[in-house]
């Protein structure tokens, strides 16, 4: 089986040790098809993973908002709803970061006589929109002028047009059967809720699952909206014969710029249409596809961690056939190729199988990411891209990790192979493997330091980093871990496991390279998981903990869609046994810095408020200025950590645009400290008014001075449609929700797909080591232990590396997640203990599969067998 040293060898020679290659890896298959099993397992899942993530991401990229209102327009002419930072890092070119604005730009009204007058267009209209409640339950619904109805289009089935400031157009769906024409309405619209005048009743096929709309006539829809010189957009539709692109063409060359609001003019026409009406849709898609592509890293690094861990486990587990092949011959040359051809052939077909399986995993993890603004697409094509995709890493990873693996035995000449062959247990690992170990695990670990120095994202991705180093490091320094792990539990094991625990402590203690193997796929399912879930209810909590510190309102009035007015709070103020109250409007703004030299656009939730009264409702806990200061359009306060990050203080000011792009420096007049629970910025409510698509309070807090009060709110505020009052809890002042759906369906993902994969990996590893001892089990039974201390032995075991992993990987979760606690939250990590004992019953489980399952035949053979 040899090949001649010094010389060149024939075409037959090749021909020769191919065929002989061949050969060993065909009974290699067969002999370990058990071993090769469980690897076929573990790819096929890490395959089925990868090519999921791809399907979903590439279903993400591919997405656009539905076009539903404007299904009936050619075209829709609105501002430009991005905005863009630039600036110079030290030493490297200028770069620039954009990011999508919360609430509407508007254009100026006079555009609408420029796209008139383009050539092609027949029709342009004017289509702003104000939020509307119906009826006493305050149904939601959006407000419209008549002259829009025809970008939809709807079409009137009763009735006639508005003619008269108290005469309306209703949608269909939003009328009780058998009204008609003539019959009233309640409407709440900009004001307390009053009749209005059903003057026809229309229909659309195209209302998808945006609000249905009731109609005004254009002038009384203008006052409503309140910014008689800006629109919202203007829908345009071209004459016959005009084709999109035309349209388009001419549109941009007739409208540079708005030069009126600063705002660049945009064309949407076919699919881009769908951005008019959902104005968040495009810049909530480039965060998801964030979220997604950072937890896609973590994702192949799990995967290209079991694929290496448990292909290098099967080839360590033949360490001694290996070096008998080599002893009685076998030339390096042909152990690889024999050992690539397994690995090829096993590789291949569960990246196949893989492939084939991450379409119904990729289709179930869209349908809990899409919704009704971005519906995510599946082309035809997708499928197979992202099964290709997986086939492609696996097949690319899969050869070169087994070579590695074979290389300690290939690099043995055949006489040294001799005593190699006496044992299965493999070598200490080598010098470099060591070092790498500690390099990485001393990276996590200053990665960690660095974290609690940084806030925000930066602290995020340090931790984050310092998370996976760590998993690496201990996937490196296994047997070295392992081993220490036995000292410590080592001696309780034979204490209290009698026979037993005698044989499963020196089972374990002379095979710390199995044992590491053993432990490294339950430490990355520990740490992930722990990561994942912890960093989530640590803010969680100790945002929590912020606004239940700070609501001093016994009462909240939440209301119709449209919002309450200014006068809805001061007839509030005037109820019996109220103390104090005052609205809290919703926004956001986008701010502008530096995060370590580069550019960084956030999006910041903030809180409108009216500071009279307010320190009767709401304690931000002030650290410096007056809240009672907070008035005007031009005054801001700011949390203590987002102060100290811009280094200002009372009497500064800060750069901002408002959610609409409106650029303003507002003066700081108060820092508080609790910002995690109420946001980093709050501003007066007459500041945010006129750049919100909604500008009425979405609620009302109210302090109380008896039991009466809240009937007598109510009673205040009876004009107003769909009323409720209720006691106040903490998520009436937190900033943003505790859970949204789809922080919900990126938990489901993150923490069940990939951390029922990282399990299964759990199961095919042990499955996979406890293969291999089948001649060390027989063994055991053939010298006279009994199926009792045998199974015993295993229970044991399977204790052991469970605890292990357990303990290891919640340090190695430990690490990070305090850096990134103290950082973010000024606490300790926090994990709900529900949740860690669900993980812990998960690993133990999957644990017990992989050990004492393919063990009970060998439990079950008789001493003569």
Known sequence: MAERSGAEPTADARAGSRRASAFLARRSLRVQRRAWAAVFAATAAAAALLGAFAFVIGSVLLAQPPVDRYAGADAVVAADQKVTYTVKPWGSEPRTVTAYLPERARLDRSLLAKVRAVDGVANAVVDDSVPVALGDDGSAAVGRSWPSAVLTPYELTEGRAPRTPGEVVVDASLVPAGTRPSDPVRLQVGGAARAYTVSGVAHTGHRGAGAPAVFFTEQRLTALAGHPGTVDTIGVVAEQGVSSGALNSALRDALPSDTATGRDVRVLTGAGRGQ?????????????????????????????????????????????????????????????????????????????????????????????????????????????????????????????????????????????????????????????????????????????????????????????????????????????????????????????????????????????????????????VVAFVCVQLAAGTTLERAADRQAAAALRADLVATGPAAGFPAEAVAAVRKAPGVSAATGVMRSAVVLAHRELGDPKLERLPVLGVSADQLTGVLDPRVTSGDLRNLTGSSTIAVGEERAHSLGVGVGDTVELRLGDGTETEPRVVAVY???????????????????????????????????????????????????????????????????????????????????????????????????????????????GAGRRQLTRMLFLETGLVAVAGLVIGTVVAAIPLSAFAVSMAGTAPYMPPVQYGVLAGAVIVAAAAGTLLPASAARRRRINA
């Not at 898609?285 to 192949?300: D, F, P, S």
């Not at 995967?303 to 360490?319: C, D, E, K, N, P």
């Not at 042909?334 to 379409?359: D, H, M, N, P």
């Not at 009673?715 to 943003?736: Q, T």
């Open 673 to 783: 400290e609790r910002s995690l629970g109420l946001g980093e910025f709050m501003l007066p409510r007459t500041a945010l008014t006129g750049h919100v698509s909604a500008p009425g309070d979405e609620r009302v807090l109210i302090g109380s001075t008896g039991p009466d009060t809240a009937e007598a709110v109510r009673k205040a505020l009876a004009p107003y449609s769909g009323v409720r009052v209720r006691a106040a809890v903490p998520d009436d002042v937190r900033i943003s929700p505790s859970t949204s759906e789809q922080d919900d369906a990126l938990i489901v993902i993150g923490v069940g797909v990939i951390g029922g994969f990282a399990l299964l990996a759990v199961v095919s590893t042990l499955t996979l080591i406890t293969v291999g001892r089948k001649d060390e089990l027989r063994l055991l039974r053939l010298v």
């Open 276 to 524: 008019a009406e959902w104005l968040d849709a495009i810049g909530g898609r480039n965060e998801l596809a964030q979220l997604l592509a950072a937890v896609t890293g973590t994702v192949v690094m799990v995967a290209l961690l079991v694929i290496a861990s448990t292909l290098s486990q099967a080839i360590h587990q033949r360490s001694a056939e290996l070096a008998l092949l080599r002893a009685v011959g076998a030339s390096p040359r042909q152990i690889k190729s024999a050992i690539g051809r397994e690995v090829t052939r096993v590789a291949l077909a569960a990246a196949v199988l893989g492939g084939v399986g991450c379409v119904p995993l990729g289709l179930t993890m869209r349908s809990l990411l899409t919704s009704d603004a971005l519906p995510l697409p599946v082309p035809v094509w997708l499928p197979f891209a992202a099964g290709g995709a997986a086939v492609l890493v696996v097949a690319l990873v899969a050869r070169p990790v087994a070579a590695l693996a074979a290389r300690g035995i290939t690099r043995l000449r055949p006489a040294a192979a001799l005593g190699a062959a006496r044992t299965s247990e493999p070598a200490a690992p080598g010098r470099f493997r060591t070092i790498t170990g500690a390099v990485l695990a001393f990276a996590g670990i200053g990665s960690a330091g660095v974290a609690t120095a940084q806030g925000g994202q930066a602290a995020a991705a340090a931790a984050s980093g310092a998370a996976a180093s760590l998993v690496i490091a201990v996937a490196l320094l296994g047997p070295w871990i392992a081993r220490g792990a036995m000292r410590v539990l080592g001696v309780p094991v034979r204490r209290l496991g009698g026979v037993a625990g005698f044989l499963a402590d020196r089972t374990a203690t002379a095979h710390t390279r199995r044992l590491g193997a053993a432990i490294t796929p339950i430490v990355l």
